[in-house]
Antibody, heavy 123, light 107 residues
């Protein structure tokens, strides 16, 4: 059974840092596309970052240069290092397994999601 | 970025009703369109991918259609567990973007 369990959220001051973790089971993180998607309180969904099985990484413009996605293969865990945090980064952060429709080499949809971890940026 | 606009933003319906939610893209996205259901306090759940393919385990009362810029999600006969918020998402170009959501409420 596929499971994703996030951790690491909490309250942080503006300008601070936080590292989120997403422990996966039932599949191999390093063989899949993996993404982070966030949802501000009462708002919609926003894709944040993706890591490809080959290691390439991509980011939304809103977090580029501040956030870093990575993985630990032997721990089967995905990470999101968040630096220079702003109030507008306050959200529930979900990790999600990312799938492609075909062999195009690009991810298309999120088929499994974790339960989310809340990040609050406030003084 | 491609903008996704859903309509309506909210909808009241009764158990047994047939419901249609629309998603419009700001440019053609072929069939690169996915639908999710989210209940309060829970993670989104994939319903439909590639515009019309039903995700494994999702009831057949859910269906998707469309291509280009206009897409629909249809629930053929609403069940109590279907009251939730629904999001469309495009994967035609990066960044992948979501619609603002359609909240489906009990009448």
């Amino acid at each position: 059974e596929v499971q994703l369990v996030e951790s690491g959220g909490g309250l942080v001051q503006p300008g601070g840092s936080l590292r989120l973790s997403c422990a996966a089971s039932g599949f191999t993180v390093s063989s899949n596309y993996m993404s982070w998607v966030r949802q501000a309180p009462g708002k919609g969904l926003e894709w944040v970052s993706v890591i490809y099985s080959g290691g390439s990484t991509y980011y939304a413009d809103s977090v580029k240069g501040r956030f870093t996605i990575s993985r630990h293969n032997s721990k089967n865990t995905l990470y999101l290092q968040m630096n220079s945090l702003r109030a507008e980064d306050t959200a529930v952060y979900y990790c999600a397994r990312d799938r492609s429709y075909d062999s195009s080499g690009y991810p298309d949809y999120f088929d499994y999601w974790g339960q989310g971890t809340l990040v609050t940026v406030s003084s | 970025d491609i903008q996704m606009t859903q309509s309506p933003s909210s909808l009241s319906a009764s158990v047994g009703d047939r419901v249609t939610i629309t998603c419009r893209a700001s440019q053609s996205i072929s069939s690169y369109l996915n639908w999710y259901q989210q209940k309060p306090g829970k993670a989104p759940k994939l319903l439909i991918y590639a515009a019309s393919s039903l995700q494994s385990g999702v009831p057949s009362r859910f269906s998707g259609s469309g291509s280009g810029t206009d897409f629909t999600l249809t629930i053929s006969s609403l069940q109590p567990e279907d009251f939730a918020t629904y999001y469309c998402q495009q994967s035609y170009s990066t960044p992948r973007t979501f619609g603002q959501g359609t909240r489906l409420e009990i009448k």
